[in-house]
C-alpha cells in the first residue's frame, strides 16, 4: 500500500513508518527540513534508495496549502496519516498550537480531496485531548468513551498551556469529521481518528539531545536525571496511557487493515499509571542507577484516589482493533534502555 505519513520526524511518526517499512509497504513522508529528510532515509537506506521511502519538504503545516504539492506530486496515494501537529508547552500565544494543528488538518484533507481521488482513507492522530472534559477528570461518577467530546471552547484557550493543547486537538479533530461529512468538499475516502492518551516509548526518531525529548517522555527522562529523589511529582489527573508501538499498529490496522475502522474514532489506551509506579519500575530494573532514581521511601506521584478520578470504556475500540497492549513496565524499562542510548 502507498501511504502519505506527516510529520515523519515525530516520536509517534517515527514508529508508524518503521511499522509500515517493515510490512513492505511504500511511504512518502513529511519533515519541516531537509536536514530532517536526511536522517530518516539515513535510518533505511535501502528502502530509499529502491523509492519505497520518498521523503518531502513541508515546512509549515499552518499554511492553507502547505499539502498541495506533495499530495500532486505522488500519484497513487491509497491511505493517509496524518500526525504532524504540534505538542509542546513552549508557546507565547495559543495560536502556535491551534493554527498548525485545525489549518494543518484541513490543508491535507482539502490537498487530497483536490487531487487524490486514488486515497481511500485518511487517518488523524487526534488525543484523547479531544475527548477529556476538564471539570470531570476528578469525577468518579464520569466515564469518558469514544463519543465523549472534550467541549472546550476559544475562550477557554487563556487559561492554561494545557487547555490551549487540548483545544488544538479538539478543533483539528472536529474540522476533519465537519469536513468529510460536507458534500461540498468532494471528499471520496473516509476519515478515522486514533485517540490515545499520555504516550509513553522508546525512541526511534533522530533525537539531536536529550533536552529535545518528545513532551509526553519528558518525565522519563526527569525521573532519570535524578529530578524525583526528594518528591515524585504529580502525574495529574489525566492518569491513563499507552505505549507508543501499540499507537503505531492501531494507526496502521485502522488505515490499511480493518475496512470497518472507517467513521470511527478510536481510543486507545492500556489503563492507569502513575508517576510513583514508574519511579518503582525504574529502581527495580535499573539498580546500577539507584542513586539518581526515587527510593522506597520517596513520596508522591500516586495515582489519585478511586473516588477522584474519571472513569473510562474503551470497549468499543479494543474490539475493533483486536491489540494486546502492553504492560507499563515492559514500556518504561524499553523507554529507559532507549534513553540511555541517548546518555541518559
Ligand atoms: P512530536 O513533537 O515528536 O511530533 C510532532 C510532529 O509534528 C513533529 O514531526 C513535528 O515536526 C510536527 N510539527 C509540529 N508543529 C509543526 C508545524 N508547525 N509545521 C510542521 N510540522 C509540525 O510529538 P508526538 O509524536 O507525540 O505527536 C504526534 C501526534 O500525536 C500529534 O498530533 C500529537 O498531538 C499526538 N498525540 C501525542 C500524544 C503523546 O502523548 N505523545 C498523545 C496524544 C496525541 P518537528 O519534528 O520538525 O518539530
Known amino acids: 500500500t502507498k501511504v502519505l505519513l506527516t510529520g515523519g520526524s515525530g516520536f509517534i511518526a517515527a514508529h508508524i513508518l518503521e511499522q509500515l517499512l517493515a510490512k513492505g509497504h511504500s511511504v512518502v513522508t513529511t519533515v519541516r527540513s531537509e536536514e530532517k529528510a536526511a536522517k530518516i532515509r539515513e535510518a533505511y537506506p535501502s528502502q530509499a534508495a529502491a523509492g519505497d521511502l520518498i521523503t518531502a519538504i513541508v515546512p509549515d503545516i499552518a499554511q ?13 496515494l491509497e491511505v493517509v496519516l496524518h500526525t504532524a501537529s504540534p505538542f509542546h508547552f513552549k508557546f507565547n500565544d495559543p495560536k ?9 488538518t484541513t490543508s491535507i484533507l482539502r490537498a487530497v480531496a483536490a487531487s487524490a481521488p486514488t486515497v ?31 467541549p472546550v471552547t476559544l475562550t477557554d484557550v487563556h487559561r492554561a498551556p494545557a487547555t ?22 468532494g471528499a471520496k475516502f473516509d476519515l478515522v481518528t486514533i485517540n490515545p492518551p499520555m504516550v509513553f516509548g522508546p525512541v526511534v526518531h533522530y533525537l539531536a539531545s536529550l533536552d529535545a525529548i518528545n513532551t509526553s517522555n519528558e518525565r522519563v527522562v526527569d525521573c532519570l536525571r535524578g529530578k524525583w529523589r526528594d518528591e515524585v511529582p504529580s502525574g495529574g489527573p489525566v492518569a491513563i496511557w499507552v505505549d507508543v508501538r ?15 475502522a472507517g467513521g470511527k474514532r478510536l481510543f486507545v489506551t492500556a489503563g492507569l499509571f502513575s508517576n510513583a509506579e514508574l519511579g518503582r519500575i525504574a529502581r527495580k530494573n535499573f539498580p546500577e542507577d539507584a542513586e539518581r532514581l526515587p527510593t522506597e521511601e520517596t513520596k508522591g506521584g500516586e495515582l489519585p484516589a478511586e473516588g477522584e478520578r474519571f472513569r473510562f470504556d474503551n470497549s468499543e475500540t479494543n474490539k475493533l482493533l483486536g491489540i494486546k497492549y502492553r504492560s507499563f513496565e515492559e514500556c518504561v524499562v524499553d523507554t529507559i534502555k532507549s534513553l540511555k542510548k541517548h546518555g541518559a
Open 120 to 150: 481511500r482513507r485518511v487517518v488523524v492522530t487526534s488525543s484523547f485531548a479531544a475527548i477529556v472534559d476538564e471539570a470531570h477528570v476528578k469525577d468518579a461518577s464520569h466515564t469518558f468513551s469514544e463519543r465523549s467530546w472534550n
Open 96 to 104: 502556535e498550537l491551534l493554527d498548525p494543528a485545525v489549518v494543518g
Open 164 to 185: 490551549a493543547y487540548r483545544a488544538s486537538k479538539t478543533f483539528a479533530e472536529r474540522a476533519a469529521w465537519d469536513f468529510v461529512q460536507d458534500p461540498a468538499t
Open 246 to 260: 501499540d499507537v503505531a499498529e492501531a494507526h496502521i490496522k485502522a488505515g490499511l487493515e480493518i475496512p470497518e
Open 64 to 76: 492553507p496549502n502547505a499539502f498541495d504539492e506533495v499530495v500532486a506530486q505522488n500519484p497513487g
